[in-house]
């Protein structure tokens, strides 16, 4: 579904030696399968799922979803291949504050077309999941930034993409809804046949993933491929 060629993004300063974010970067993840990445700040995470979402072209190399490379789609393929294709968990995620969870969470559905009756019907169940039931009215302003990430996970998931990246999605949570998170995006790959890539510094992770790999200064480390020390939580 996904794979990753010998990709390279680069960044050039006015003043100084320029930096690889991502250096030769190769990988793929199957229909069905869950890759944690893990890695420090800086190592090049966000740079590698803002390249393989299309936000920035690489400078070499080549990401191909589903046989077709990313960076060979116009304006327009981009456009529907962010709402059709993939579903993207951010990091960090500005919601305006007049809608409510359940708009927010309808809202790419209703961009495909669906009316907001379908879209609220089929998007509630994800907010449920996410332990946000009682929580589906209130407006964005009103919720706190564990349950806003919440929101955006439910965003994400709701238009059933084959591909779904995940920038820290447990970043915001406490252990045991970071668990419930982490157990949804794996119950999601598996249903759906979905490949997902999980950047993450959340130990938990290594528990639900399939494989694990290590990002260092935008090389993969096959040496570094989980956290030293991960805490116990349920196999995948």
């Keep these: 579904m996904l794979e990753v060629r010998e990709l390279v993004k680069e960044y050039r300063p006015v003043a100084g030696e320029s930096v690889r ?26 740079t590698l799922l803002e390249l393989i979402a299309g936000v920035q072209r690489p400078d070499q190399g080549a990401v191909l979803v ?7 789609l116009d304006q327009r393929g981009l456009d529907r291949y962010r709402l059709f294709t993939l579903g993207i968990v951010p990091q960090s995620l500005r919601l305006v504050d007049g809608p409510t969870a359940l708009d927010l969470a309808a809202l790419r559905l209703t961009e495909q077309g669906l009316s907001w009756k379908a879209a609220h019907q089929r998007a509630m169940p994800l907010l449920e999941r996410l332990g946000l039931r009682a929580r589906a009215d209130h407006q964005a302003g009103e919720l706190s930034k564990g349950e806003r990430q919440r929101v955006a996970i439910a965003m994400a998931l709701s238009t059933q993409p084959r591909l ?3 920038d820290e999605p447990t970043g915001n949570l406490d252990t045991r809804r970071g668990q419930d998170v982490l157990s949804l995006l794996a119950e999601y790959s598996a249903e759906q046949g ?32 989980a956290p030293a020390d991960p805490v116990p939580g349920p196999a995948s």
Excluded: I, M, N
Excluded at 21 to 46: I, N, Q, R
Excluded at 194 to 208: I, K, R, W
């Design 66 to 72: 589903d046989g077709q490379e990313v960076a060979a």
């Design 164 to 166: 779904v990246l995940a």
């Design 194 to 225: 979905a490949s997902l890539l999980l950047v993450t510094h959340d130990p938990q992770a290594t528990h639900y993933a399939h494989r694990t790999l290590a990002l260092h200064d935008g090389r993969l480390d096959a040496s570094k491929a």
């Design 21 to 46: 974010a991502v250096d030769e970067v190769s990988l793929s993840v199957g229909a069905g399968e869950l890759v944690a990445l893990y890695g420090p700040s800086g190592s090049g995470k966000t």
